[in-house]
């Protein structure tokens, strides 16, 4: 699991300024897609108001969801829904399913390397890979080469968006290669040439990014629905936010947060004027 407290110097500035009872504290955990997003929302919040500390936690969505539930966390960011066996657990022990709000638009990017010729796939052929169907990239207009898939890990939110959207509830390939996030699986294709993984589209590196059904990945296609692998992320609350809770939110889903949801690299709920 990935910790980010932020930052060192706030927490020194916070503790040498503020008396203990007077720091208010938010602790945020779960989906790694979302990490780098929410890790920009907190220190952009903290930089404009000092007087609150916010801990960002990854792990990946699975994770933030049983924390959430615990108490142990007071936003858990989600790249997907809740499972039928994780709401009864919110229900159960706070009798009610709790609060999501949307805080942006994604869309999963689909990467292979630079060298590869491959640039659309269908989602027919996708789930194949996936599924170990197709190992040969000359089936889909490659070259004469095995693929190797490579995935998220069963704690990711993307991970079970994938195999629900894309896989359409078939498992995946029994050697498919696992890796912790996002950016892992990246740098794992940046230096293999036959590899072909998924992702949220805030991130990008030196890789291409496939068409779907001939269909590129743009904000234009993401907004309009034509691309095929579209979703919201999600903040989960157990209850109805009040205080610096509520006003943290409200910031995330204001014209102010909703532009570094920009400039993380997705695509915010309205577009704004700042």
């Known amino acids: 699991m990935k910790f980010f407290y932020f930052s060192l110097f ?27 997003l ?13 007087a609150v500390l916010i801990i960002v936690e990854g792990g990946g969505t699975a994770t933030g969801i049983k924390s ?4 142990q966390t007071d936003i858990c960011t989600a790249s997907r829904n ?14 009610s399913l709790g609060l999501v709000y949307l805080i942006a638009k994604d869309a999963l990017s689909i990467y292979v390397n630079k060298k590869n010729k ?12 996936f599924a170990g169907e197709i190992e040969n990239w000359n089936i889909v207009g490659g070259k004469d080469t095995s693929i190797i898939a490579v995935s998220r890990n069963p704690n990711s939110g993307t991970y079970l968006y994938f195999k629900e959207h894309v896989l359409e509830g078939s498992d995946y390939k029994d050697d498919i290669l696992i890796e912790p996030t996002t950016k892992a699986i990246i740098a794992f294709i940046e230096e293999n040439e036959n590899a072909i993984g998924y992702g949220g589209m805030g991130y990008r590196g030196n890789v291409s990014v496939l068409k779907i059904e001939g269909v ?12 095929p692998i579209i979703r919201y992320l999600h903040f989960l609350t157990t209850k109805t936010p009040a205080g610096e809770l509520k006003r943290f939110i409200d910031w995330v889903l204001s014209p102010s947060g909703q532009s570094i949801v920009r400039n993380s690299g997705y695509i915010p709920l309205w577009e704004n004027k700042l």
């Open 68 to 71: 959430l539930i615990k108490g």
């Open 38 to 50: 929410t890790t920009n929302l907190a220190q952009q919040y903290m930089k404009e108001n000092p």
């Open 118 to 129: 491959v640039g659309d796939i269908s989602l027919n052929d996708l789930k194949k890979i």
């Open 82 to 95: 809740l499972k039928p066996d994780e709401a009864k657990l919110l229900a159960d022990y706070y009798g």
């Open 10 to 36: 706030s927490v020194l500035f916070l503790s040498c300024t503020f008396k203990p009872d007077e720091q208010k504290v938010i602790r945020i955990g779960g989906s790694d897609t979302m990490l780098e």
């Open 216 to 227: 590129e990945l743009t904000e234009n296609n993401i907004r309009n629905d034509t691309y």
